[in-house]
């Protein structure tokens, strides 16, 4: 855990993006659509920020990840702001990496209620990948509901 956990995202990537169709709903259809994330280095390495494009469902999304590290407490703070839900930048995901994965989580919301969310990275430097998933239960039962896997573009 540094302030170069992040280092194997830096560049320009292709994102394959795998989307459950109805979050928490006990759905099993996927939705899938490609996307581009381009990620630069801030503040000396402290930082990072993500600015993502994708088309899904003919619309366009604009997205940025703002990640920044604590060095006090060896943690990332990831922040997320769309154009899906314009002017809002969304409470952090927390957490920190264990060798090639990190585990961060924070609050979210699913169909109007609160859930706890988690992103999971895997930082393999040839194909990296994230997911989300929401718990309904603070965290006793998870469904995975966004996968992205990343490829040089």
């Avoid at 002017?87 to 990496?97: A, C, E, H, S, T």
């Avoid at 603070?138 to 573009?153: C, H, K, L, P, Y």
Wanted: glycine content about 12%; proline content about 5%.
């Amino acid at each position: 855990m540094s302030l170069h956990d992040f280092d194997f995202l830096m560049g320009y990537w292709r994102v394959h993006n795998r989307c459950l169709k109805e979050k928490l709903q006990g759905s099993s259809e996927w939705i899938e659509f490609e996307g581009f994330s381009d990620v630069k280095s801030l503040l000396n390495g402290l930082g990072n920020l993500d600015q993502f494009s994708a088309k899904r469902d003919g619309k366009s999304i604009e997205g940025i990840s703002l990640r920044l590290f604590n060095p006090a407490s060896g943690e990332w703070s990831i922040y997320w702001a769309d154009s899906v839900r314009a002017g809002v930048l969304q409470p952090p995901m927390v957490g920190r990496f264990d060798g090639l994965s990190g585990e961060f989580f924070g609050a979210e919301e699913a169909g109007g209620k609160p859930v706890l969310c988690r992103f999971r990275w895997e930082s393999t430097p040839e194909s990296p990948r994230w997911e989300q998933a929401f718990s309904p239960d603070g965290g006793q039962n998870w469904e995975t509901n966004w996968i992205m896997t990343f490829s040089r573009a």
